[in-house]
């Protein structure tokens, strides 16, 4: 019997017990440090760490000792690393320094920093923590994103972007120690249903342009679009001090339509200008309880990032990195399909690690069409895309056990339109989520699963009309690497492994 048939074979998962958040991601020398979220006495959250791994591809990863445990002033929440390359703290050239919330036993949060002369490898904890006291009357006042802001006159200063109740507050520094604070935003921008949380900050280019903007995200705790916990982001201007809003207010932009997509952070420092992030797979109303066993916690694949322009302004294009591609194998390529109502079309691929590139031609005739995945024994999680009204939608109804929660099994939608009449999806499968980007990446839904092993079906489908599918393509994908803690490294390896 298969202990851990929900293992993914390409998502990152902690060696044992539980993981939320990706914390401290930062680039340097060749490796894309993750740090992450981890409790690893037991599979439901406590007493955080911060667990790490590294890979040089962002498929293949290298588990690592834990970075940082608890202490006296508390245990460690989620934040950001960077590298201090002129060495502004003192700790030593290229210094890699992490900013992070204590909660403390009297759940009191205040903001703190490590630093690390060896990779990431070993950590030293800055002797005069915290770094920024607990204020009086802030309850939630933690995840610090920390980031160079550079005025493009030679000058520059640390910036950190932290969640504060519902909004964002801005600090700066000029050395990662002494911290002063500058502006705010939020307070009834935007989604505000819900504590925020994780923020991030960055600058993204406009594709096909020369410009940028500035995007601040921020996981809001509730009442996201598909319930629960989930990302929101602003476009805007930063001047080094604060965030200016380019939308109304009232404007609410969703990174994801799935129910499972949080916390997400970019990597600092990340080579050839490229921006690119990760989430927590999972939401926290049923983050506890589902049914994985010798671990808990999945990251999203990670995704590359960039401004789009299109008719209702610009928007947040996703696309999976293209280092994924090094899994594909048994490519199957088909043209011009017809589906016909009530006769599923089976590409005769099947599988539980499976890419799948559909382009399918849009008629307002048709009442449903889409893809049935993991299908099998009375289960199946459908991608499916409604023309009349514009909606695509995940539905996992029936997609595997569900009893834990009752806000698992439910349909998950957004509003697209066809480019051209043409709907563009792109699906990645594992053994217990699937991604989908439609159109560019404009829209994405992120969804755990947990289906029955034996459910490896596909089937794409057409209600209402004929429809054509103009190209589809399936890959079967390899398992990524994930290779244990090192024999000889400083700690004697994961509990309970
Ligand atoms: C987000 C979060 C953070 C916090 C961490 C604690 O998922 O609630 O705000 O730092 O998880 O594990």
């Known amino acids: 019997m298969n202990l851990e048939p929900f293992r993914p074979a390409f998502h990152f998962t902690p060696p044992t017990a539980w993981l939320n958040d990706p914390n401290g991601m930062v680039y340097y020398d060749g490796e894309y440090h993750l740090f992450y979220q981890y409790h ?79 990779k990431g490898r070993t950590w030293i904890k800055y ?3 915290p770094v920024i006291p607990t204020p009086p009357n802030i309850r939630d006042f933690r995840d610090p994103k920390v980031l160079w802001y550079s005025d493009g006159h030679g000058k520059g200063h640390w910036v950190m972007a932290l969640a504060a109740n519902s909004a964002i507050m801005f600090y700066t520094s000029p050395n990662l120690i002494a911290w002063q604070a500058a502006g705010s935003f939020g307070f ?10 994780t923020p991030d900050l ?8 020369a410009e940028s903007r500035w995007v601040l995200t921020v996981g809001i705790g509730d009442n996201a679009p598909a319930g629960g916990s989930g990302m929101q982001y ?39 200008n490229r921006h690119i992030w990760l989430a927590w797979l999972n939401n926290w109303p049923y983050a506890n309880q589902i049914p994985s066993s010798t671990w808990r916690g999945t990251m999203a694949i990670p995704r590359e990032l960039r401004l789009l322009q299109t008719k209702e302004g610009l928007r947040l294009g996703q696309t999976a990195v293209p280092e994924l591609a090094q899994l594909r194998q048994n490519a199957q390529r088909w043209q011009n399909i017809v589906v016909t109502p009530g006769v599923a079309f089976v590409p ?24 049935r995945l993991r299908v099998g024994d009375g289960e199946a999680t459908v991608v499916g895309y409604a023309p009349r009204s514009g909606t695509l939608f995940v539905d996992r109804t029936k997609s ?14 957004a509003a697209v339109e066809p480019a051209d009449g043409i709907l563009m999806l792109h699906i ?63 700690s004697e390896g994961p509990p309970h492994a």
């Not at 990174?255 to 499972?260: I, L, Q, R």
């Not at 209402?464 to 024999?487: D, K, M, N, S």
């Open 202 to 209: 960055f600058k993204l280019p406009i594709a096909g342009t």
């Open 234 to 272: 602003f476009i805007g201007q930063f001047d080094g001090q604060t965030f200016i809003n380019d939308n109304p207010r009232t404007t609410v932009l969703w990174a994801d339509f799935g129910a499972d997509f949080y916390a997400a952070q970019s990597w600092s420092n990340a080579p050839d």
């Open 348 to 371: 005769g691929i099947t599988g539980d690690q499976l890419e799948i590139i559909a382009e399918l031609e849009i008629s307002t005739e048709a009442s449903n069409l889409g893809i």
């Open 428 to 490: 990645f499968v594992d053994r217990s989520s699937i991604e989908l980007f439609a159109n560019e990446g404009l829209i994405t839904f992120s969804e755990q699963i947990f289906p029955g092993e034996a459910s490896v079906g596909v089937e794409l489908f057409a209600e209402g009309t004929a429809v054509t599918v103009r190209h589809l393509e399936i890959y079967q994908l390899r398992a990524a690497q994930f290779r244990p803690w090192p024999a000889n490294a400083a």
């Open 400 to 413: 595997g056990q569900s009893s834990f929660s009752d806000q698992f099994a439910r349909i998950h939608t």
């Open 40 to 118: 690893p006495n037991d599979t439901v959250w406590g007493p955080m760490h911060w667990g790490h791994a590294v890979s040089t591809d962002l498929v293949n990863w290298q588990h690592l000792p834990i970075a940082l445990e608890p202490d006296e002033l508390g245990i460690i929440f989620s934040g950001s690393a960077v590298i201090d390359w002129h060495n502004t703290a003192g700790f030593g050239s290229e210094a890699m320094i992490a900013i992070y919330t204590y909660h403390s036993s009297d759940a009191r949060q205040s903001q703190a920093i490590a630093y690390s002369l060896d």
């Open 188 to 197: 009834g921008q935007g989604a505000t249903d819900g504590v925020w949380e």
């Open 127 to 129: 002797a005069d923590n």
